[in-house]
């Protein structure tokens, strides 16, 4: 079960759509490698239509019905030795929850923006089995949403500086005051 987002209505949407936009115009979309090359073509369209219509559990089904992972990944063991290993089972809902979120709070942000409202609020969208201490002290916290956004559009594949989403399977997100 993918997370709850709290404002994803139609002009959310709107705003995290034309983030997308913004990104894709700049060649700035984050491609996984743990996508196959069909995935990986079609990866955009399907995050469009993601955004557009559905969520990131839709996301994440698309993904693996449609066989649009690796099952085998290259990576290095703590000693620097490369092992080819399985893609983790959840790696279709780690990478839809993930960017989902991210044009999320990319699009309530510039919500915000555009509303007057300077600051956004950290909330649990998702329970989670085992939450992470830095995960727990942000909840409830307040962000100005310029900051924050930003922040996101800096953070290509990478956790943001200001720590929200605070990297995968946190189930945390924002929400409007």
Known sequence: MGIYYKNLDER????????????????????????????????????????????????AHQLKVMGYMNTHETKKTKTGKVINARVPVNAPETLAEGEFNRYYARGLCV???AEGIDEVIVYR??????????????????VKAKDLLEDLRRSLGVEPALGIP????????????
């Open 111 to 113: 919500r915000a923006i």
């Open 125 to 142: 969208g998702k329970d989670v089995q085992n939450p992470r201490i830095e995960s727990q002290y942000k909840i409830g916290q307040r």
């Open 12 to 59: 959310t949407r709107e705003f995290m759509f034309k983030e997308l936009e913004m990104d894709t115009e700049q060649g700035e979309i984050y491609i996984s490698p743990r996508l196959n090359t069909l995935g990986q073509s079609n990866w955009i369209n399907l995050l469009k239509e993601a955004i557009t219509h559905y969520n990131d559990d839709w996301l």
């Open 166 to 177: 605070p990297g995968p399977n946190s189930g945390l997100t924002i929400c409007l005051p």
